[in-house]
């Protein structure tokens, strides 16, 4: 699989997330978080200053997702990105 142009393939990462308190986040109280945590698997050509393995956290809004070989995937453009770890 390889990403074509300015695109990125990413598999999102779920966070345990605990509040102050210590309790544990989950994702239906966590949806209000427009920026999520993935880990990149395939860069297009255009994308500069990623790679295979790099940890992101991106936009939600601009992603679309897709299932490949029975994996759900995210497609996103690499403006997209907002947070290379």
């Given at each position: 699989?390889?990403?074509?142009?300015s695109h990125v393939i990413v598999r999102?990462?779920?966070e345990e997330?605990?509040?102050?308190s210590?309790?544990?986040v989950t994702d239906a109280h966590d949806s209000k978080i427009r920026y999520k945590l993935a880990e990149v698997l395939s860069v297009g050509?255009?994308?500069k200053d990623l790679k295979e393995g790099d940890q992101?956290?991106?936009d939600s809004?601009?992603?679309s997702e897709i299932r490949i070989r029975g994996e759900k995937l995210s497609v996103i453009p690499d403006r997209g990105i907002v947070v290379r770890l």
């Open positions: 699989m390889k990403a074509i142009g999102k990462v779920k997330v605990k509040s102050k210590g309790l544990i050509d255009d994308v992101i956290y991106y809004a601009a992603e």
